[in-house]
């Protein structure tokens, strides 16, 4: 009998796990990349990831908290089940990382370090330096390279995946692909094929995503049927640097090394900020959130910066929206030992020296919690049944996606330091789960089908990519249509947003598609061409930027990342207590009543011309119940009485 082959698009952190997993289950693998899998994205990732650890179980963390923090700081968006096997799974995975030999930091008497990241009050993070992410990738593409040897995994690198090939059932059987170097078009059998293909931050013009991080592989799903899940949910990270061509990430990692957040209490002090005294400093984030202080989670602190900057006029320079995020307290063995990575990215591009000046910060788009929707099976504990082939599969049958191209995590909002575990988490339960898919298969496997089934895939492919070289010349310019899309998606669809402007936004990029659609490719020649398939990956980006933008106008109401000014709970504002209790009431029946009404997912199916039409999913809450996320805002503390209280009855009746 013919083995089972499997087609993974995507060589990150998601995609190697798999495809170890699935040669150790003794898969024929292919893995196809558009860039050398040591440079998907996740090579960049700095701070860290997360689990449980022996150092935080001492101050009473367990699995079940690390779980509870990632649904609250997802505000509640996300099925329970998946994400309580994770938490559960996560030391095990760094146990696993640690033996494949990733250079975790270690304290002197030899046990692997952890600082604090965002949206928890324990030292969960494990980390290379600031450059974690390179040696996970590392680590993983090493094993690859074994199972190459061994013949079990072919890697198709400088290869661009062009879409899945569905046979006449709608099951997917394989995918197209283009070489990247002689432009061939080809078609591949395979009796499952995983999408691995990272975020999609380059929709946003310039982000902290790799500037391959475009959605396109995710979007050719969606068009060919595959169905996104909280599209609209945007993760902007509160720290980073302006770039001509894209925006640098300066990680939480600072913040969890001691970092803080400021800005000087006279707008636009015009002192070096060395020199203004500590009175004179409003460490914002510690003043308004003094449990959490510099690390809430991103949303709350993306939003905590727009505020000081653009409401509050306290941006540290005029003309220039940014505060200062110092480390310069810190012993500068202790940078340069845990934070070398990132202060190097700093005095590299801004030319000052973060361990001498604080450093000038400000947010940027960095994340994508939505994505291509995919099921899972549950057990009767609560958590997953691994080995489903329910699990990370796509509404398309045979189709499956992992890591940050798929929604199953992160709900609204993603901590950090949880998309490397979940990376590799969710790449390695795939594996049983499509063993156990092709297995139950009854039909001819991928391999043995006539060629027609991808003929006609193959050739729509082909007819497309010749169509692009013949455009007439005089039309408008891919580059520039792309830089148009990412400022307005930027403008509209991030920090805040307005139906009124979104809708503008939403005109505007349908027009923006009309044009990409006649822009014409200034290089033609039929040997390593990056324009046309820049051309392509542009008309792709249309459909999902649909989707998030409908989405999010659709939501009508503040949910993590997504936030809208008009639907979103203010603050307290009685200083009188009986009133302030009638308030903290009035506040939980609010909170109770949005969550009627939208605690559900956003379902996308793409519709003709990339029109997105919307269902909504019930989300399993079954373990935890949505509770109101203040992380401990000072003045909120009788919003949570009142919740508790209420919950306490509802418990007792
Ligand atoms: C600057 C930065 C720092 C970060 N730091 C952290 C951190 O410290 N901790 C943490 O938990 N998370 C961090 N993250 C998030 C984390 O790095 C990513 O979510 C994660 O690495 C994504 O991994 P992935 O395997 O899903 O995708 P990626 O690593 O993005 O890999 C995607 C793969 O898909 C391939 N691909 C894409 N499109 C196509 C196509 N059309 N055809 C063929 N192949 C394709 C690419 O070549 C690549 O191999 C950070 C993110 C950024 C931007």
Known sequence: MAKQSVMIIGGGLAGLSAA??????????????????KRSHSVCAQGGINSV??????????EWKHFDDTVYG???????PPVKELAYWAPKII???DRLGVTFNRTPEGFRDQRRFGGTLYQRTSFAGATTGQQLLYALDEQVRRWEVAGHIHKYEYWDFLGPVLDETGRCRGCVGQDLVNMEIRAFPADALVVA????????????????CNGAAVSRVYQAGGHLGNAEFIQVHPTAIPGADKLRLISESARGEGGRVWVPRKPQDPRAPQEIPEKERYYFLEERYPTYGNLVPRDIGTREIFKVCMQEGLSVQAGRMCVYLDVTHIPRDQLDRKLAGILEIYEKFQGADPRKVPMKIFPAVHYTMGGLWVDYEPDAKGGLNVGSPRNQQTNIPGLFAIGECEYQYH??????????VACIFSGLTVAPGIIAYVNSFKGQKAGELPSGVFDSTRRKHQDYYDGLLKRPQGGPNPYKIHAELGQLMTKSATVVRHNADMLETYAKVCELQQQAARCSISDISPWAN??????????????????????????????????????????????????RRREAEAWVDRFE?????????????????????????????SLIPPRPRLYGLSGGDVIEQVYKERNAAVKKT
């Not at 990272?198 to 790799?210: E, H, L, Q, Y």
């Not at 709900?411 to 490397?420: C, E, F, Q």
């Not at 969550?595 to 019930?618: D, F, H, Q, V």
Request: charge should be negative; glycine fraction near 10%; proline fraction near 4%.
């Open 411 to 420: 709900g609204a909002n993603r901590l950090g330091a949880n998309s490397l």
């Open 197 to 212: 293909s990272g975020g999609c931050g380059a929709i946003f013009g310039r982000s902290t995503n790799s500037v391959a």
């Open 20 to 37: 170890i997993k699935l040669a150790e289950l003794e898969c024929d693998v292919s893995l196809m990349s558009v860039l050398p899998v």
């Open 530 to 579: 990056q324009t046309a398939p820049f051309a392509r990956a542009l008309d792709d980006m249309f459909p999902v930027a649909k989707a998030i933008l409908r989405g999010a106008i659709t939501r009508d109401e503040s949910r993590g990342a997504h936030y809208k000014p008009e639907f979103s709970q203010g603050e307290l504002t009685a200083a009188e207590p009986a009133q």
């Open 95 to 97: 146990d696993l990382m």
């Open 53 to 62: 650890n022996d150092l935080t179980r001492q101050l009473g963390d367990s």
């Open 74 to 80: 997802g505000d509640f968006l996300q099925h329970q």
């Open 593 to 621: 009543a949005n969550n009627r009404r939208w605690l559900k997912s956003t379902i996308a199916a793409c519709g003709a011309g990339g029109e997105p039409a919307l269902s909504y999913e019930a989300v399993n809450t």
